[in-house]
């Protein structure tokens, strides 16, 4: 079995030896060259030809983003970013996802060389993974060219009560910052409320809720523990806690907490999703979007048992299909659609179910 074979791009030698360890003492893996900055790694890219690349964010000679935007316009390929657990390395991250890398891997604030063994497995698995994702040519739109072609315009009065009763639940993975933002682009002003879970470590979840609400006609927060979740807001599971909703009366209200992973994860879509079953029962739509592994698939189907309807990113669209495959598979899917059709569904049967015309606008 051919091992994948990963160049390593990082300014630091100690971080370079460390990483080329850890790669290399992988059954699956080899580690074929280590670059110090982008010019060195573009001739070994050219020479060497690996299957997947790491990517330091802070990089001399030429920053990590110009050089992953270059890459992926002209030579797309896997890349998982190695990113600063600080607020601009976190926003650098996101920018760096939105650029195309499949996935990124934190340092540690102190003791790198510690840390970054102790995130063997995490990196060892995001290599996996990136080896075997969906990888497409990043085109970057004209100046002024809109981040995403418009839907028929939704407003409250066709939408009636379904924007007050109804909860969008999403959950993703691998790919899935993208694949979230191309949904809720997408989506009105006066949406229902949408509830998320990325999975995605602490410290990042802030700046790609803020990324969002840049973007889109709803407003995108973190998700706080007790908020009432109301319509036209979307609300992202912080980094490393659980995200469920609960009733109040009339009211639906975020819950947010610490507690053990499930499925290896947390924040976890099974935990979502349970919540959305038990709790919101047939006025849940859920969207299971791109991700590796089988997290929320159960759940899932545990949500159109109890009268939700659910949408799945189908496999050509998914930079990973796992997540959805596996709640295919559960019988959990009610339409298994292209990504850029998703949100235009769930409007369309919003109008449905709130008595209005598919025909009228």
């Known amino acids: 079995m051919a091992k994948t074979k990963v160049v390593v791009v990082d300014d630091s030698a100690l971080v370079r030896s460390i990483l080329s360890e850890i790669i290399n003492r992988q059954p699956d893996m080899e580690c074929i060259g280590a670059a110090s900055d982008p010019l060195v790694a573009r001739e070994m890219i050219r020479n060497l030809n690996p299957d997947v690349i790491t990517l330091d964010v802070e990089m001399p000679r030429m920053d990590g983003l110009d050089f992953l935007s270059r890459l992926m316009r002209l030579r797309p390929m896997p890349v998982v970013m190695v990113s600063t657990l600080t607020e601009r390395g976190a926003d650098v991250t996101i920018k760096a996802l939105e650029l195309g890398a499949v996935d990124f891997v934190a340092k540690?604030?102190?003791?790198?060389?510690?840390?970054?063994?102790q995130l063997a497995q995490d990196i060892t698995d995001k290599i996996r993974i990136?080896?075997?994702?969906?990888?497409?040519r990043h085109v970057s739109p004209p100046a002024g060219t809109p981040a995403a072609a418009p839907v028929k315009p939704v407003t409250m009065a066709s939408l009636g009560k379904a924007s007050t009763e109804k909860l969008i639940f999403i959950g993703a993975s691998t790919g899935g910052t993208e694949a979230t933002k191309d949904v809720l682009i997408n989506l009105p002003a006066d949406s229902p409320a949408v509830v998320i879970t990325q999975h995605m470590p602490p410290g990042f979840t802030k700046s790609y809720a803020a990324r969002l609400d840049g973007l889109c006609k709803i407003r995108v927060k973190e998700a706080q523990d007790g908020e009432r979740i109301l319509p036209g807001h979307g609300y992202i599971a912080p980094g490393g806690l659980h995200l469920t909703v609960e009733r109040s009366g009339a009211n639906y209200i975020a819950r947010v907490q610490d507690g053990d992973p499930i499925n290896r994860h947390?924040?976890?879509?099974?935990?979502?999703?349970?919540?959305?079953?038990k709790v919101v029962g047939p006025n849940a739509i859920g969207i299971m979007l791109t991700g590796m592994g089988a997290d929320g698939a159960k759940a899932m189907k545990v949500m159109k048992d109890a009268g939700a309807y659910n949408y799945c990113q189908d496999e050509a669209t998914c930079v990973v299909f796992g997540m959805p495959r596996e709640a295919i598979a559960a019988g959990a899917a009610d339409e298994v659609l292209p990504l850029?059709?998703?949100a235009h569904k769930v409007l369309e049967r919003l109008r449905a179910t709130s008595g209005v015309s598919l025909n009228r606008v």
């Open 266 to 277: 947390k924040p976890s879509v099974e935990a979502l999703f349970l919540s959305a079953a």
């Open 340 to 342: 850029n059709q998703i």
């Open 108 to 117: 540690p604030k102190i003791g790198v060389a510690d840390g970054i063994r």
């Open 130 to 136: 990136a080896a075997k994702a969906h990888i497409r």
